[in-house]
């Protein structure tokens, strides 16, 4: 769950607590997490322990100790394995999300169903880190555009990120980063994520804007904004493919209505 909808959350529920749970409708949960805002009151405290007790959750987190990409501890009831070229990782490896469970959906045969997430285990928690398809494949390189935008988050006035493959006819795929700021001004350049990110996945065009497109959700439209990037980039020589490198970072707005 995003940081800025727990925080919400906590002004409106103050010393109580919330059970975040992940799952697919053809598998059912999968795995919970429990959130607390602030000093539980004695009642919920109470059920915390008996959910622990019983459990159904792991450890209670505050907002401050949510392990990063965490939806929580995996239910015995359900084995999870992570997958990648059908083979099975070990713990800590990253992978596709493949759920061992009787499904819901009497159509499915098969006791084993693919999320269509991609992530990893670690003591029995399970870590989602986005969408196998989103994952960007540069020169047979797998990346995954969130390792990106975690590092470019933690720079200062960066409001939001989106990163995504733009076709490449070299590579196939190039990495487009876009950032939105107050103003739509850099403040970064590409020469910062090379200490912080390794060359194969430093992005190759770089975009600063003051706003996103939406879509009807509200949610950040990243089907119009590949669009609209591969639209800015279709023209750009070979020569200057690496067109963050050189220092430049266009701001103008991309009016969702013009998209």
Same mark, same amino acid.
């Given at each position: 769950?995003?940081?800025?909808?727990?925080?919400?959350?906590?002004?409106?529920?103050?010393?109580?607590?919330?059970?975040?749970?992940?799952?697919?409708?053809?598998?059912?949960?999968?795995?919970?997490?429990?959130?607390?805002?602030?000093?539980?009151?004695?009642?919920?405290?109470?059920?915390?322990?008996?959910?622990?007790?019983?459990?159904?959750?792991?450890?209670?987190?505050?907002?401050?100790?949510?392990?990063?990409?965490?939806?929580?501890?995996?239910?015995?009831?359900?084995? @999870?394995?992570?997958?990648?070229?059908?083979? =099975?990782? !070990?713990?800590?490896?990253?992978?596709? +999300?493949?759920?061992?469970? $009787? &499904?819901?959906?009497?159509?499915?045969?098969?006791?084993?169903?693919?999320?269509?997430?991609?992530?990893?285990?670690?003591?029995?928690?399970?870590?989602?880190?986005?969408?196998?398809?989103?994952?960007?494949?540069?020169?047979?390189?797998?990346?995954?555009?969130?390792?990106?935008?975690?590092?470019?988050?933690?720079?200062?006035? @960066?409001?939001?990120?989106?990163?995504?493959? =733009?076709? !490449?006819?070299?590579?196939?795929?190039? +990495?487009?980063?876009?950032? $939105? &700021?107050?103003?739509?001004?850099?403040?970064?350049?590409?020469?910062?994520?090379?200490?912080?990110?390794?060359?194969?996945?430093?992005?190759?065009?770089?975009?600063?804007?003051?706003?996103?497109?939406?879509?009807?959700?509200?949610?950040?439209?990243?089907?119009?904004?590949?669009?609209?990037?591969?639209?800015?980039?279709?023209?750009?020589?070979?020569?200057?493919?690496?067109?963050?490198?050189?220092?430049?970072?266009?701001?103008?707005?991309?009016?969702?209505?013009?998209?």
């Amino acid at each position: 769950m995003p940081l800025d909808t727990i925080h919400l959350l906590e002004e409106k529920a103050g010393g109580r607590f919330l059970c975040n749970i992940y799952g697919t409708t053809e598998t059912g949960s999968v795995s919970k997490l429990l959130y607390t805002f602030g000093a539980l009151k004695p009642g919920d405290r109470l059920i915390a322990v008996l959910l622990q007790m019983l459990g159904i959750v792991g450890p209670v987190y505050s907002k401050k100790t949510i392990p990063e990409n965490c939806v929580g501890q995996i239910e015995n009831k359900v084995t @999870v394995k992570i997958l990648k070229d059908g083979i =099975i990782q !070990s713990e800590g490896n990253i992978g596709k +999300i493949t759920i061992f469970k $009787k &499904t819901k959906i009497d159509s499915i045969k098969s006791d084993f169903f693919d999320t269509g997430d991609v992530g990893y285990v670690k003591n029995n928690l399970l870590f989602i880190l986005g969408r196998s398809s989103n994952v960007i494949n540069r020169s047979g390189e797998k990346i995954l555009p969130g390792d990106i935008e975690h590092v470019i988050n933690s720079f200062n006035g @960066v409001e939001a990120v989106a990163v995504f493959g =733009i076709s !490449s006819a070299t590579h196939g795929e190039d +990495i487009c980063a876009v950032v $939105k &700021t107050e103003d739509g001004t850099a403040v970064f350049d590409i020469e910062d994520l090379k200490d912080k990110l390794p060359k194969y996945m430093l992005p190759q065009h770089l975009r600063f804007l003051k706003e996103f497109p939406m879509n009807a959700s509200g949610k950040t439209d990243l089907a119009a904004l590949k669009i609209e990037m591969e639209k800015t980039f279709a023209n750009h020589k070979k020569e200057d493919s690496d067109y963050a490198c050189n220092g430049r970072a266009s701001t103008e707005r991309i009016p969702s209505a013009d998209i």
